[in-house]
């Protein structure tokens, strides 16, 4: 590209080609294309349709002859079935149903968080991990009392593979400063521990393939009390079907599979920095928070 334009040493080039490569750069980001995966592009049609060519077109082999059959008609020619194309299979996970078993048996299997960040690691089963650059697993202490559990990574944690650690992320920081806690004193996660192309909402069937990992690292993590970041992470950990102004600040039960500890929901901080009216309701939800860790420990 940069040769056309030198070698024409017309400025006006240029300026075309500029406006033609916003135009490219602005679809992209409208069809929620904002990270490059790779260096090159792919032309995935391309391989599709090189593996189509590359599948033997018919049965080659006439069906085999029983004694005494020579005489009968043989059977019309049947097309063999095309062999799935390779190239496609590491980026075509199973259907939903059949991933969310698969994950229910690998979380159940994971003795401690480290095997279940592993399994999480190999595990195909959710077409997130082909999307997004790396698995954004936890932040913080995993031997904390508080374990808050956001719905999905966006593009920050997807670049550093930590959860919340942009500008949500900062704000999620200072409410916990504000009780005394930090990244050492609390254990961070994400419902999905894949970003969503263009932080799209993850799908329902997104979300239930990963629901057994977060269930076991909540288990794994034993925390004392767990605090759901936004309606998404409170609906599905928690069962709540209200919209999250009704449903934050009332403790639960939230049962680990272990035991039974109590659970809180409050505003997504990235709901706060949109609608700074709710950070007076978050801030009764962070002192109701502070007040339950200053309990005994014996008493929860
Ligand atoms: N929002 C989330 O729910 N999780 C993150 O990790 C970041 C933003």
Redesign the pocket.
């Known amino acids: 590209m940069s040769s056309t334009l030198s070698d024409s040493g017309n400025g006006d080039d240029w300026a075309g080609d500029r406006d033609a490569l916003a135009d490219i750069l602005a679809f992209h980001l409208e069809a929620g294309v904002d990270v490059a995966l790779g260096e090159e592009p792919v032309d995935r049609f391309a391989e599709s349709q090189a593996a189509r060519a590359a599948a033997p077109p018919l049965a080659a082999q006439e069906p085999p002859r029983t004694a005494g059959a020579a005489a009968a008609p043989a059977p019309p020619a049947r097309r063999a079935p095309a062999p799935a194309p390779a190239i496609l299979a590491p980026a075509s996970p199973p259907p939903p149903d059949v991933a969310a078993l698969e994950a229910r048996e690998a979380a159940a299997s994971a003795p401690d968080l480290d095997a279940l960040r592993a399994l999480l690691e190999s595990f195909e089963g959710c077409p997130l991990k082909h999307t997004a650059t790396r698995l954004?697993f936890a932040d913080g202490n995993p031997s904390a009392r508080l374990m808050l559990v956001?719905?999905?990574?966006?593009r920050?944690?997807d670049i550093e593979g930590k959860?919340?650690?942009?500008r949500?992320?900062q704000l999620l920081d200072r409410m916990l400063a504000a009780i005394g806690i930090d990244r050492t004193s609390a254990y961070?996660a994400?419902v999905v521990p894949w970003r969503p192309p263009g932080n799209r909402t993850p799908t329902p069937q997104e979300t239930a393939i990963c629901l057994p990992f977060i269930r076991r690292q909540v288990e794994l993590a034993n925390p004392d009390f767990l605090v759901c970041?936004?309606g998404p992470?409170a609906q599905t950990l928690l069962g709540l079907r209200e919209g999250i102004t009704k449903a934050r600040g009332r403790w639960v039960e939230y049962d680990t599979g272990s035991r039974v500890i109590p659970a809180l929901a409050t505003f997504?901080?990235?709901y706060l920095l949109r609608t700074p009216l709710g950070k007076r309701m978050a801030w009764r939800d962070m002192l109701a928070i502070e007040a339950r860790l200053g309990e005994k420990r014996g008493s929860t």
């Open positions: 954004v956001g719905e999905a990574p966006g920050d944690e959860p919340f650690v942009g949500s992320g961070i994400n970041l936004g992470s997504h901080p990235a």
